[in-house]
Antibody, heavy 117, light 108 residues
Framework: QVQLEQSGAEVKKPGSSVKISCKAS????????ISWVRQAPGQGLEWMGR????????NYAQKFQGRVTITADTSTSTAYMELRSLTSDDTAVFYC??????????WGQGTLLIVSS | EIVMTQSPATLSVSPGERATLSCRAS??????VAWYQQKPGQAPRLLID???TRATGIPARFSGSGSGTEFTLTISSLQSEDFAVYYC??????????FGGGTKVEIK
C-alpha cells in the first residue's frame, strides 16, 4: 500500500520561498501522480496543482500559476512543491496526495507553513 | 472554473440519526464527484468517488448519489467517529480540480 511522507514544518519570512517534499513508498508505480492541496487555518481545501512524474507533465490551478512549481525526482520517488513570494496568507497546511485522476486516494500527513516576519 | 457549493455549512445531528449533505456544481460535472472526510488535525480521507462508489474500507453507512449538478452524501446512522468535516470535489474539469467549501457534521 502506497504511503506518502512529507517534510517537516517550515517558518518563512514574507517574500521568501519554500520547497516541500513528498516521498512515496510501498506502491506502484514508484512515482505516482501527485497533487498538492493547501488548507489555510480553519478553511477548506484548495487544489494547487499536480505532476505526472512518468511524463514530467504539470498542471496548475490558475490562482497559483506563476508562483508555484511542482517537480519530481523519479529516482527517489519524491515530489516537490515550491511556492514563491510568500505572504501571511500562505500560512497553511500543505498536503500532497496520490492523484488517480478521479480522486485523491492517499494523502500525506501534511506540512505546516508559517509565514511571519 | 467549476464552483462546488456545499450545504449546509454546519449540520447538527444526534448519534444514530441520518445525515444528508448536499453539494451543487455550477455546471454539469456528470458523475465525476468525490467525497472526503476530514477530522481535526488529520489529512482528508477519500470516502466516495464516481459520485456513488465507496472507496476501499469505507463502511456501508456512507452512500453517495447524484449526477449533473446535484449530489448528496448520506450517512445512514451516525457513529461517534463520523463527526467531522466533509468535502465534495469535482474532477470533470480535469486537469483542474475544485473542492466545495465543506460541511461540518457536529453532535446535536
Amino acid at each position: 500500500q502506497v504511503q506518502l511522507e512529507q517534510s517537516g514544518a517550515e517558518v518563512k519570512k514574507p517574500g521568501s520561498s519554500v520547497k516541500i517534499s513528498c516521498k512515496a513508498s510501498g506502491g506502484t508505480p514508484n512515482s505516482p501522480t501527485i497533487s498538492w492541496v493547501r488548507q489555510a487555518p480553519g478553511q477548506g481545501l484548495e487544489w494547487m496543482g499536480r505532476i505526472i512524474p512518468m511524463f514530467g507533465t504539470t498542471n496548475y490551478a490558475q490562482k497559483f500559476q506563476g508562483r508555484v512549481t511542482i517537480t519530481a525526482d523519479t529516482s527517489t520517488s519524491t515530489a516537490y512543491m515550491e511556492l514563491r513570494s510568500l505572504t501571511s496568507d500562505d500560512t497553511a497546511v500543505f498536503y500532497c496526495a496520490r492523484d488517480v485522476h478521479w480522486a485523491l486516494d492517499v494523502w500525506g500527513q501534511g506540512t505546516l507553513l508559517i509565514v511571519s516576519s | 472554473e467549476i464552483v462546488m457549493t456545499q450545504s449546509p455549512a454546519t449540520l447538527s445531528v444526534s448519534p444514530g440519526e441520518r445525515a444528508t449533505l448536499s453539494c451543487r456544481a455550477s455546471q454539469s460535472v456528470r458523475s465525476n464527484v468525490a467525497w472526503y472526510q476530514q477530522k481535526p488535525g488529520q489529512a482528508p480521507r477519500l470516502l466516495i468517488d464516481g459520485a456513488s462508489t465507496r472507496a476501499t474500507g469505507i463502511p456501508a453507512r456512507f452512500s453517495g448519489s447524484g449526477s449533473g449538478t446535484e449530489f448528496t452524501l448520506t450517512i445512514s446512522s451516525l457513529q461517534s467517529e463520523d463527526f467531522a468535516v466533509y468535502y465534495c470535489q469535482q474532477y470533470n474539469d480535469w486537469p483542474q480540480l475544485t473542492f466545495g467549501g465543506g460541511t461540518k457534521v457536529e453532535i446535536k
